[in-house]
């Protein structure tokens, strides 16, 4: 029998207003193509944001770990 942990990455808020997604990713995630895991997280689907919103941060991928190239509901 094979015990684990698993490890749960609490999601970081970050207070955002006039920028996308794109950009968002790029400084929190350092990839802007990890955009659509911000998008699945807080529910939203449009990249840009109006207005000042909080949102949920995902943790970053693991090392050697790569996403779907910026693909919503992929």
Do not use: E, K
Request: charged share 10%; hydrophobic share 45%; net charge positive.
């Amino acid at each position: 029998m094979v015990n684990y942990v698993a490890r749960a990455n609490a999601a970081r808020q970050a207070r955002v207003s006039g920028v996308t997604l794109f950009q968002v990713a790029a400084q929190y995630l350092n990839d802007a193509t990890q955009w659509y895991r911000i998008a699945q997280l807080n529910g939203i689907s449009d990249p840009w944001i109006n207005g000042a919103m909080t949102l949920q941060i995902p943790s970053q991928l693991p090392a050697g770990q790569s996403g779907n190239g910026g693909i919503l509901n992929l």
